[in-house]
């Protein structure tokens, strides 16, 4: 069977290299989405691993290591404990760098939560530090550096360090630094690292921890699922995006790959009934079909797949180090080879398949031609015939006639050229959601409605002008905002912000719920993760908040809320109970308002409008990181769709082969063939771009932002722009497919086509 | 058939005057499994049994039980002070987040016990938390095997563990975690005990006689008991470490406690009771007789052994215990003959004022094989020259177990093989448990359970 199928394959060369070029663009595909996404959705796990990161991390006012050790030691499920001295905002100087956010860590014994991948550990020696991996690329730090802290202390760089519990530096305000405690004799500590037995059981000992911290100052957990979401909110909403993104491509690349391998059959059905004349069995047409696949789509997909790994590896590995993450390495292969596998067995299955339904058929049906299905189905409007008819030539305009008879050419098979028009829908749809999100992350830089804050501005004035600011054009509406420094009043050292607004606060702030539902009336409130998790909260539970003015006020917590604001201690309800508080008005604009001429209309009325800030980080190394990784995908996918573009004109055309002879014979010259060839083209391309907008309106954006919508309500639309881009870019690749068809077949003798007539 | 039957509760009514114990033991006997955590979680699981090791001895000559520090409570008492858990030691025993459901821990402990069929139980002392009245009409329900009516007040929970109560101090069943939805109203309705199928012997604590183990009752507390203001929570701007024992003493007796308060439906039945009326109550219900007005009086555990219980509350105020003068002079006069004695207090005597007087006394009285107290809420025991000092886990913290002895003869001597029991966790008691052991500032931090040789032993005395 494989001495068969590779002369098959001999015999039919072209065509072999032409598939073995959609698998591997394809291919391309699955390899830049496979190490992306599996680099990027793995990273932190994988980092925080190896970096040892604690399960629960402790904040706090400074107090002494021994009453600090005697509540925590006393923890149920701890593992390990220790501790660190955490100095913020310390002078840092190296190698012609400086910073004044320099986040010393002095460490205080035991376990680190941080993995060394450079130079040594601290060896508890003074003059001795660990940079953090961020700031070693960024300021060029090598082991063996001097570095000053402070105004006057040198340390020498012993080692670099990476711990995925914040992102990198400079994504990351603060340089971190690790010292030996003797940095700094006798420290008390503000930061309790705990190892916990089984950290599916960290609320159990939160609860616990809550209960014995009377007295510590601005107590804070984080969890290491709480770590997570906070990069997530860091950065990590792009991340998120890039391995949803991933995914959808691995999904769009398989439905290609399966188009593509299904259609491939469809112009072979010819070959089957012969074979199948000729007395072979159709399970014999079914094994050699699968193993001539199998010949093309094994090396077609390995030289894909590891070109798409290569071609993104070093921007991936780039985005994990700006996340303070690590990069897979070895462990990236299994998921490499999975994927192999994976679209050797579906360009297999979806060959094999229909070539075993189409051999189970009596020869003589088969070699009467037709798809499998439609045969019977198809019109008799030309479908089935190789004339041009006159009627499909307009008189008027040659060029269009010309074109509507490619168009005709290309339709007249419907299965194969739904197929196609699938396969360049899900291309467009992709590149439509590139497209999309790379607008995306420029709002999340600076525009804070993406992540659940829907208003843009605020402004100084009194609630009563609410009305007058709502008739501005442009303002969708206007409310005023009541913002309070409020502390739980059981513990005053756990302060939150307040934020209340007249009637469905949703309107202008609606960070997702992560539990219970929205508020309804004056009593409730919603809380963020971050306040809840400090105070034990959940939905039902009572908040007791004291107001600046000393006054106590208690709320039903009706939803916790995923919130970024204030490390999320932050808390939404009604004013009607909160006094002496002063609003400022929340300005939420139309989506295509002037901006500039609301900011004027606001000043008039008395109050420069303040800008709500954005999301994302505004840092351009990171962006272009990210830009790169983009970039890598939408090349592969550009490559699929040309590929797909070519192999529909190209099986169009050597079916119509006998009818484009007999317009060459009549006097069609190359342009005739073009047109001819231009409107098969179109056939598949416009109809595939309508697709793929549709198909990224309705199934890709909203999947990849319920994929990344894990703390954010994420707006994935493309832009009027960004669809005529798509259609237009599309037309752009048909019209190179319709040119290096249209060369192939003018290059043939006019006789061959006629003969074969 | 009716012949079977009459055999049969024969047979029963032998084992149930207090035979020598099966050789298997009871499901709830630490001999055969216990409770560990074995992958540090902080949940328990079923683990191996301790079993006794080294020489056996001979004849049974006494089969006896310990039940202590019960603390049956009643959580919803306006004259509680759980809010002053939360500076840490030494006030970490005001509040426990397992403290609604104290009678059922104590029923399921007393089913265990039953279980290892003692002749008799010994109660050694704090069986309610604050000396108050409905307390102790709840313990002794339990104990005697009645209907037990936890709830107080008003019906239903109204105390600081109630889920609509802010301060994140306090565990919260219905969305803490471990969560137990429902818990705290399970935790209110009444039940019909077990009941102890022995006789059983009490001895006083402080916590019987003294409010939360302290003060005496004054027309103060009285009122803040009987009242309808519960106190939940400290003065937000308070910061330790201002306050210590003697403050808190001054506190509950001045009756003014401060902080933010929540109001409750008033009961009368939270009265607190005179020492004196305690006593009463105590003997009257296990049928001994008291020495003016202490509860100091002696037993028999069988022919050949003897029970002295030692009234060791200081009526005064304070956890300390106290043995006072006469009671000393008493005790000289109880430990003439030759019968095999063992002491029971509520504190150890050691940690007792005038109780080292009671230890000499006892050095020179071979026949004492043991002082067994409670008080400590730990597993522990120590050699004394010739007799043993042994203190038991209360069911308040973790490890919430009774302890079962049995007193054999040995070569020139005596062998005392005592084993520790878990209550059957059945119910409410499991969660109880649950929650214990999890406290991080309650048993097991604190090491209560001890070490193996604290629980499970064979101790020999030789006169």
């Known amino acids: ?757 | 058939m009716r012949r079977a039957a009459v055999a049969g509760l024969v047979a029963l009514a032998v084992a149930g005057c207090g035979g020598e114990p099966a050789s298997a033991p009871s499901a709830t006997s630490t001999l055969h499994a216990t409770l560990v955590d074995r992958d540090g979680d902080g949940f328990l699981e079923r683990g191996p049994g301790e079993p006794l090791t080294g020489p056996e001895g001979g004849r049974v000559l006494a089969t006896f039980g310990q039940l202590t520090d019960a603390h049956v409570r009643d959580e919803e008492s306006p004259a509680r002070v759980p809010f002053l858990d939360r500076l840490g030691p030494p006030l970490t025993s005001t509040f426990r987040p397992q403290e609604a459901f104290s009678t059922q821990v104590l029923d399921a402990a007393v089913r265990a016990l039953a279980r290892e069929r003692p002749q008799a139980v010994v109660v050694t002392g704090d069986i309610v938390d604050s000396a108050q009245e409905n307390e102790l009409d709840q313990a002794l329900a339990v104990l005697r095997g009645d209907v037990v009516r936890p709830d107080t007040g008003g019906p239903g929970y109204d105390g600081v563990q109630e889920a609509s109560n802010p301060d994140p101090f306090y565990f919260r069943p219905d969305h803490d975690a471990p969560r137990h939805p429902g818990a705290l109203a399970a935790a209110q309705r009444r039940f019909r005990a077990a009941g102890l199928p022995v006789r059983w012997y009490p001895a006083v604590g402080n916590h019987d006689v003294l409010v939360q183990g302290e003060v005496p009752a004054t027309d103060a507390i009285e009122d803040v008991a009987e009242g309808d203001r519960l106190v939940t929570g400290l003065d937000p701007s308070f910061q330790p470490p201002t306050l210590d024992e003697d403050e808190v003493r001054t506190l509950l007796a001045d009756g003014e406690l401060f902080g933010r308060a929540e109001t409750v439906p008033a009961d009368p039945a939270r009265r607190h009771l005179a020492p004196a009326d305690l006593v009463e109550r105590l003997a009257a219900a296990a049928g001994v007789r008291p020495v003016a007005g202490r509860l100091d009086y002696t037993f028999d555990l069988g022919a050949e052994v003897r029970g002295i219980v030692l009234d060791t509350a200081d009526r005064a105020g304070g956890s300390r215990g106290v043995v006072t003068a006469d009671q000393l002079a008493w005790l000289r006069g109880q430990l003439a003959g030759d019968r095999w004695t063992v002491v029971f207090a509520h504190n150890p005597l050691e940690a007792s004022d005038g109780g080292e007087a009671a230890l000499e006394l006892l050095d020179r009285t071979p026949q004492v094989v043991a002082v067994v107290s409670g008080h400590r809420h730990r597993n522990a025991i120590e050699r004394r020259d010739g007799y043993w000092l042994i203190g038991t886990a209360s069911l308040a913290d973790f490890p919430q177990q009774a302890r079962m002895f049995r007193l054999r003869e040995a070569d020139g001597g005596a062998v005392l093989e005592t084993w520790t029991v878990d209550h059957d966790g059945l119910g409410l008691a499991g969660t109880a448990r649950e929650l214990a052991f999890l406290d991080a500032q309650g048993g097991r931090p604190q090491g209560l359970a001890g070490e193996r040789s604290d629980r499970n032993v064979r101790l020999f005395v030789q006169p």
């Open chain 1, 1 to 757: 069977v494989i001495a068969l199928a590779l002369a098959g394959l001999r015999a039919r060369r072209s065509r072999s290299l032409l598939a073995a070029a959609g698998v591997l663009a394809a291919s391309l595909v699955v390899g830049t989405a496979t190490t992306v996404g599996f680099g990027l959705a793995t990273g932190f796990e994988r980092s925080a691993r190896e970096a040892d990161l604690p399960d629960v991390i402790a904040r706090f006012d400074a107090e002494g290591r021994e009453t600090l050790d005697e509540r925590v030691r006393a923890l149920p499920n701890l593992a390990a404990r220790s501790y660190r001295m955490e100095h913020n905002n310390v002078p840092l100087a190296a190698n012609g760098n400086f910073t004044h956010r320099g986040a010393v860590h002095v460490v205080l014994g035991g376990r680190r939560g941080y993995l060394v991948t450079e130079g040594r550990d601290l060896s508890g020696r003074a003059g001795e530090l660990v940079v953090e991996q961020g700031l070693a690329r960024e300021w060029d730090l090598e082991v063996g550096d001097r570095m000053r802290l402070g105004h006057s202390e040198v340390a020498g760089v012993v080692g670099i360090a990476v711990s995925p519990d914040n992102v990198a530096f400079p994504l990351a305000r603060a340089a971190r630094v690790y010292v030996p405690e003797r940095f700094a004799a006798s420290e008390p500590a503000n930061l309790a690292l705990l190892w916990l037995n089984d950290p599916s059981e960290a609320d159990v000992t939160l609860t616990q921890a809550r209960a014995v911290s009377f007295g510590l100052g601005r107590l804070e957990f984080v969890t290491r699922e709480g770590v997570r979401v906070l990069l997530g909110q860091a950065a990590g909403i792009v991340i998120s995006l890039l391995v949803a993104f991933s995914l959808v491509a691995l999904a769009a690349a398989g439905t290609m790959l399966a188009a593509g391998a299904h259609a491939d059959v469809q112009r072979r059905l010819g070959a089957l009934g012969v074979q199948r004349a000729l007395g072979i069995s159709p399970a014999r047409i079914g094994a050699l079909q699968a193993t001539e696949a199998a010949l093309v789509a094994v090396p077609a997909a390995a030289l894909g797949i590891a070109l798409g790994a290569v071609a993104v590896a070093g921007p991936a590995a780039a985005l994990l180090a700006a996340l303070n993450e690590l990069p897979p390495g070895g462990a990236l292969l299994l998921p490499l080879a999975g994927t192999l596998a994976a679209v050797t067995t579906i360009v297999v299955a979806a060959a094999t398949w229909p070539a075993w339904r189409a051999a189970r058929r009596p020869p003589v049906e088969i070699l009467r031609g037709g798809t499998i299905a439609a045969a019977t189905r198809r019109s008799s409007a030309g479908a089935g015939t190789a004339r041009p008819s006159a009627a499909a030539t307009p008189r008027s305009s040659p060029g269009a006639g010309l074109a509507a008879l490619g168009a005709r050419f290309a339709t007249a098979a419907r299965a194969r050229w739904l197929a196609s028009v699938a396969t360049i829908g899900v291309c467009a749809g992709v590149v439509t959601l590139m497209l999309a999100l790379a607008s995306l992350l420029e709002r999340l830089r600076d525009d804070p409605g993406t992540v659940g804050k829907r208003y843009q501005l605020t402004a100084a004035l009194d609630p009563s002008l609410a009305d007058e600011v709502r008739a501005i054009p442009g303002v969708a509406d206007a409310a005023p905002r009541f913002v309070a420094d409020a502390a739980d009043s059981f513990r005053l050292d756990e302060p939150f912000r307040l934020v209340a607004y007249p009637g469905d606060h949703t309107r202008f702030e609606a960070p997702p719920l992560a539990a219970g539902r929205r508020l309804r009336s004056a009593d409730e409130i919603e809380v963020g993760v971050g306040l809840a998790d400090a105070l034990g909260l959940q939905p039902g539970s009572a908040l007791a908040a004291q107001l600046p003015s000393g006054e106590e006020v208690r709320f039903r917590v009706a939803g916790v809320v995923r919130a970024l604001e204030n490390s999320g201690r932050i808390a939404w309800t009604r004013p009607d109970r909160l006094t002496g508080l002063s609003p400022a008005l929340a300005v939420r604009l139309d989506g295509g308002a002037d901006r500039d001429a609301v900011e004027r209309a606001l000043e008039e009325l008395g109050a420069p409008p303040q800008p709500v800030g954005g999301a994302t980080t505004r840092n351009a190394a990171f962006l272009g990181v990210l830009a790169a990784v983009l970039r890598g995908v939408g090349l592969a996918v550009g490559l699929v769709c040309l590929y797909a573009l070519v192999q529909a004109l190209a099986m169009t055309a050597r079916e119509r082969r006998g009818a484009v002879a007999l317009l060459r014979a009549c006097g069609g010259d190359a342009h005739t063939v073009a047109c001819v060839l231009a409107g098969a083209a179109a056939a598949v391309a416009v109809p595939g771009a309508l697709l793929g907008v549709a198909l990224e309106l309705t199934v890709f954006g909203p999947l990849v932002a319920r994929l990344a919508a894990g703390f954010a309500a994420l707006p994935i639309a493309p832009t009027g722009g960004q669809v005529a881009l798509v259609v237009a870019g599309l037309l752009a690749l048909a019209g190179a497919a319709t040119a290096l068809v249209a060369r192939r077949v003018l290059r043939e003798p006019v006789v061959a086509g006629l003969r074969e007539e």
